[in-house]
């Protein structure tokens, strides 16, 4: 017969009463939306490297286990930099997927050589591709869009 020292015991009991603790306050939980306010979920790549961050002023579970975000901000990364930040007013989050999608207006900033405006959005974590959907339109700072062509 193996014996454990008090440590161990405690170890085991500690785990048992914490997970009553938790089963305890499950159960009290009010049932409806559960809503979670000021957030931030960073998203890493296989590597490690952080690929993008989600923000938002409050998210609200849905039954179908989407997730309705009010004052969306994404900030996405490219070798360990900010490349773009997309605010919205409101959008939902498919968690499974890793897409957000909107109505609402829309805009990203990159590095403020480039902003785009809209209304309506789709955006992909797995990609880091966002569409903008309607009313389109972008505002290029410090940035030529043509090279001159040197006249001989």
Known sequence: MKRYGADKWWGVLGGWVILVLAMTVRAQLPPGPQIISDFRVPEFDENGVKKSEV????????????????????????????????????????RKEKRAFSNSAV?????????????????????QRIEILNESRVVLKNTSVWKEVERK
């Open 55 to 94: 923000f938002g002023r409050q998210a609200e579970i849905l039954p179908d286990g989407q997730v309705k975000i009010t004052d969306l901000k994404i900030v996405m990364f490219k070798d360990g930099q900010v490349e773009a930040t997309i605010l919205a007013d409101q959008c939902t989050f498919d």
């Open 107 to 127: 805009s990203i900033d990159r590095g403020g050589s480039m902003r785009v405006t809209g209304r309506g959005f789709r955006w992909s974590s797995v990609g």
